[in-house]
């Protein structure tokens, strides 16, 4: 049952019409509770509310799949009035980025042009943006572009995930360009040809990599809510004496939000990603495909006043 319905909501999730109905609800039927608000403004309280809990954030402008250089543009603009407002406000976050937000389908030289942008500005201001990934189609040139910004800017990251064969390989490529590193199981609708179809081998992946980039001695963000994974973490650390500030635990907004807490009161660095903008249905949609009980959300958002 599980199985069909992370197929389900993935479906949904491509959906163009509900997209489009997505928009004009705003974040209603649950959305609210795991996305920021509509417009970055609405989500500067709930970084100041998080920054004096003790947790980190990084924002992302929800949207992807652009086919419109002026769209593309315009999302880059978006990006850096967020992160000039992440310095004026003194808030203690990062950005994410989507290439394909960016112009990756329409071509390399829109992309790359509006990442200098973000990139420069982030730099000036003494923020770190992650790239992050998106399909297994999009993941070689995502990769690519990362390498080739590296190499200027040391305030990027980027996102491998465990669900595909390849990236234990692509750890091991990036291993020479010192990466600050997201390691996230996956969560889009992936072919068995490219993708392990068993959630076993998906963990005991994530688990390799993990200790891969940490023990390689490079900055390692946990981007998991599963018990095991954090203790595994947690363990991995230990017994290799690793240091607390080489690694970060990173968590979805409005979820885990106990285990936000106590790791943060254990001394760990707790990050939480937290997504605004008005294209935030694809983004729900595969939330509630990763774990059956966010349904709840959107059933007590229908039926909440």
Not at 144 to 151: D, G, M, R, T, V
Not at 182 to 198: H, I, M, N, Q, W
Not at 255 to 281: A, F, H, S
Request: overall charge neutral; proline content about 2%; hydrophobic content about 40%.
């Amino acid at each position: 049952m599980e199985a069909i319905s992370k197929r389900f909501f993935l479906y949904l999730s491509n959906n163009k019409l509900l997209d489009g109905l997505a928009k004009r609800w705003g974040t209603k039927f649950g959305a609210d509770k795991i996305v920021g608000g509509e417009t970055f403004s609405h989500a500067i309280p709930l970084i100041k509310k998080l920054n004096h809990d003790g947790l980190l954030v990084t924002v992302d402008h929800l949207g992807e799949f652009v086919n419109s250089v002026d769209e593309a543009r315009e999302r880059a603009q978006e990006c850096l009035q967020s992160i000039r407002a992440i310095a004026f406000h003194q808030l203690n976050s990062q950005v994410s980025v989507k290439l394909t937000s960016l112009g990756l389908d329409i071509s390399q030289e829109l992309v790359m042009e509006n990442m200098e942008l973000i990139l420069s500005e982030a730099k000036e201001h003494g923020v770190t943006v992650t790239i992050d990934m998106e399909d297994s189609s999009r993941c070689h040139a995502t990769l690519e572009i990362y390498k080739a910004l590296k190499q200027k800017y040391e305030n990027l990251g980027t996102v491998i995930q465990s669900y595909l064969y390849r990236s234990d390989k692509d750890v091991d490529d990036l291993d020479s360009y010192e990466p600050y590193l997201r390691l996230v199981k996956g969560a889009y609708k992936e072919s068995t040809k490219v993708a392990f179809p068993d959630k076993r081998m998906v963990d005991e992946n994530l688990k390799r990599l993990i200790k891969k980039n940490l023990l390689n001695g490079h900055y390692t963000a946990v981007a998991s809510h599963d018990d095991a994974m954090v203790e595994y973490t947690i363990n991995l650390v230990k017994e290799h004496g690793i240091p607390r500030d080489r690694f970060e635990f990173q968590m979805l907004y409005g979820m885990r939000n106990q285990m936000q807490t106590d790791l943060v009161k254990e001394g760990y660095t707790v990050r939480v990603y937290l997504p605004y903008g008005e294209d935030w249905y694809g983004y729900f949609m595969r939330r509630l495909a990763e774990r059956p009980a966010n349904i709840a959300f959107a059933i007590k958002g229908i039926f909440s006043k």
